[in-house]
């Protein structure tokens, strides 16, 4: 992995000249794309200038301009983005698509190379994720391909709890499976560098085994048939270094994932096909359901630590654009396909844990900056990584309009107007307003805003089975009102904390890594302390606005009110019985709950890997006998120095006097691995009194068992 994007020296193209069949097209339609989105913006500047009452001549006038720019550049960068999209789902596809331009009829059934299918996790649902991987290995297995494919766990998790139950759950599905699963649990014992380095780790013990490798996440599932086919594409085309699938949501409950997964699977389509007819071969990676081409990611995707400063400087946290830019600078194709179906994830139950992910988010993408302007690095690619970074810039940009506009309207109202703002020109500047530049402006804005959104649904009109499966014409119409309405009540909620995202990032605070919630739900009293603070902000900005004009306080109430509603509209969408009972009413339906595809059944059909009990893995692994055989058998052989004597022995009669719950989650995780310590603690917890603690866990063991 010595070629990375920490070397500026030209890097060899390894994989020959680039194809240039859909070079010219991306020429063309970027300068296009670029074309609208400036001149849209242009226009949008000249209507804030006639609102403005010096016309742009003051400094804070200036400032509003340029960040008003900024905002419509970006609102616009979407809206004909998905114009796009829409232009090519009705015209058929894009031409230069890998799987439309390698259709099984042109290339056959083109045998298939070694596969690995790898699942980086850390402190993840364990019946979950096996329960995904359980469900793709029977939908491969109806494509008589599965010999063709290894799975991987991979597990980053420290908490024993954790690893002890992931393991005995993946023994438990090799046996469901049957003996010819080859389906491997692998946990690392130095956690490095998050999951670059898990997967890392991986490619270095096992990777030349395999040619291709498909990353998954802890919520992901495929299809058999969507396996095959990006195996057989990239064995069809030894250009396509990675090769991206476009996710769709399954399986959300909560009021808020089922919001979120009716947008995926409404708006989604028209946005990932524009952005794939943008991109075309120099696509982005999501670091996630997608196929990689191991030995080039593995000579040339190796990431650096950061040598700048503050949160430049580390191991990369958004490692999958980094990794698709290293790709294409060593001569590969990245591509962005969405007409590969039967591809899914699943969405965060609350607004508090997508916002907690989007923290982590925003310290990676702002890492971005780091490589934007690096040598080698393709334009598109350097799109996507200010992209990432304006993803969460512009709600910082946001805030600070509303924080200029509100100093503008305080000095005009309260300061002496100004007649000469410009100390250079010995001409007078009459202050005006001109509201009917502000309705236009206002309106136009709206119009950017919610267009693509109302092209999907007449994108979904052409689709008649879709259509019916999401509900028919009126059910999506109901939906997406629910939709814009919990967007608009969302909007400024996300706009505070990303904006505190940011700060946070540009002062390097340190970002918590952990696995995802997807099964709980979120309390009043999380809600009222994540929350409290944006309300009480909102409430001081409208009374000021109120002092300081009342035609400033209505405009206000748009941001303000969703900052006041913010906690109970939080909890409330993070109800289980909310999201049924929009389902139950045919509301915000999705095409996999209508008419679930083999493998979304298999999800939710899948067998309990693990009974049920009170006690804790670890508690489990001492006691109960052939859990203890098992893990002894896992355990590490150490040598026997006089160090790890000592340690053991206090180790044991630390657990043993105050039982596990005194150990922390490393000695716990030391006497797992030490086969001499597990042992000796078993031995003595058969031995203990039936009134001791261990005594009455081996009675509860028992009873369960019985039971």
């Not at 500026?8 to 680039?18: E, S």
């Not at 259709?103 to 083109?110: L, R, T």
């Not at 990794?323 to 591809?343: K, N, P, Q, T």
């Not at 309390?523 to 035609?551: C, E, I, K, T």
């Amino acid at each position: 992995m010595a070629q990375t994007l920490a070397a500026d020296h030209k890097v060899r193209k390894t994989a020959g000249p680039r194809r240039r069949h859909w070079r010219l097209a991306a020429y063309l339609r970027r300068t296009l794309y670029l074309l609208l989105v400036g001149t849209q913006t242009a226009g949008a500047c000249f209507a804030v200038l006639a609102v403005l009452p010096y016309h742009g001549t003051t400094a804070i006038e200036m400032a509003i301009v340029v960040v008003s720019a900024v905002l419509f550049g970006w609102i616009s960068a979407g809206f004909w983005m998905a114009v796009m999209g829409f232009i090519w789902r009705r015209v058929g596809g894009d031409p230069h698509s890998p799987a439309r331009r390698l259709a099984p009829e042109k290339i056959g059934d083109v045998p298939l190379a070694r596969t690995a299918v790898v699942y980086p996790i850390y402190h993840e649902d364990v019946q979950r994720t096996l329960s995904g991987l359980y469900s793709t290995w029977r939908d491969l297995e109806r494509t008589g391909q599965i010999d063709a494919f290894d799975f991987f766990v991979l597990s980053d998790s420290r908490d024993p709890n954790i690893w002890l139950a992931e393991r005995e759950a993946c023994l438990a599905l090799r046996e469901r499976l049957g003996p010819d699963a080859r389906i491997h649990y692998r946990r690392r014992v130095l956690n490095l560098n998050r999951k670059t380095g898990n997967v890392s780790d991986f490619l270095r013990r096992w990777g030349r085994g395999y040619k291709y490798m498909i990353v998954m996440d802890a919520d992901s599932v495929m299809s058999g048939a969507s396996l095959v086919r990006m195996g057989r594409i990239m064995e069809s085309d030894d250009r396509i270094g990675i090769l991206q699938t476009a996710p769709a949501l399954i399986n959300s409950t909560s009021a808020h994932a089922r919001i979120q997964q009716f947008a995926n699977r409404l708006y989604g389509p028209i946005f990932t096909d524009g952005l794939a007819a943008l991109q075309l071969g120099e696509a982005v990676f999501w670091g996630h359901n997608a196929i990689i081409r191991v030995e080039a990611f593995m000579q040339h995707c190796g990431l650096p630590h950061l040598r700048g400063w503050g949160f430049l400087r580390g191991s990369v946290l958004s490692h999958d654009f980094v990794e698709a830019a290293c790709m294409w600078r060593a001569g590969y194709e990245v591509w962005l396909d969405s007409s590969i179906e039967g591809s899914y994830e699943e969405s965060p139950p609350t607004l508090g844990d997508e916002l907690e992910r989007d923290r982590r988010w925003a310290h990676g993408n702002f890492q971005h900056l780091y490589f934007l302007f690096r040598r080698g690095i393709s334009s598109a690619h350097r799109a996507a990584f200010a992209n990432g970074i304006m993803a969460y810039a512009a709600s910082a940009i946001w805030f600070t309009y509303l924080v200029l506009i509100t100093v503008e309207l305080a000095q005009f109202t309260l300061q002496p107007i100004e007649y000469f703002p410009d100390p250079d020109s010995p001409f007078p500047v009459w202050p005006e307003w001109q509201p009917e530049w502000a309705v236009r402006l206002a309106f136009s804005t709206v119009f950017v805003l919610f267009a693509p959104k109302l092209l999907a649904v007449v994108d979904l009109f052409f689709d008649q089975e879709r259509r019916r499966q999401m509900g028919g014409v009126m059910n999506v119409m109901v939906g997406t009102m629910v939709e814009m309405v919990f967007s608009m009540l969302l909007a400024p909620v996300r706009m505070l904390a990303h904006t505190r995202y940011v700060v946070v990032t540009l002062f390097n605070l340190k970002v918590r890594w952990a696995g995802q919630n997807r099964t709980e739900e979120e309390g009043w009293r999380d809600a009222l302390v994540d929350h409290l603070p944006g309300a009480l902000l909102a409430v001081a900005w409208s009374g000021f606005a109120y002092w300081l004009q009342p035609l400033f306080f209505y405009w206000s109430l748009p941001i303000a009110i969703p900052l006041v509603m913010a906690a109970p509209v939080s909890v409330w969408l993070s109800r289980f019985a909310n999201g049924r009972r929009l389902r139950e009413r045919g509301v915000l339906l999705t095409p996999e709950e209508a008419a679930p595809p083999p493998v979304v059944q298999d999800l939710r059909d899948a067998p309990a890997l693990r009974e049920p009990s009170r006690l804790t893995a670890f508690e489990l692994a001492v006691i109960d006998p052939a859990r203890h055989r098992f893990h002894l058998g896992m355990a590490r052989q150490r040598s026997d120095i006089p160090f790890r004597q000592t340690r053991r022995e206090a180790l044991v009669a630390k657990a043993m006097e105050s039982g596990a719950g005194a150990l922390s989650a490393g000695e716990r995780s030391w006497l797992v691995d030490d086969g001499r310590g597990l042992a000796e603690l078993h031995r003595l917890v058969w031995m203990a009194p039936e009134e001791s603690l261990w005594g009455r866990l081996v009675r509860q063991m028992c009873r369960e068992a019985g039971a």
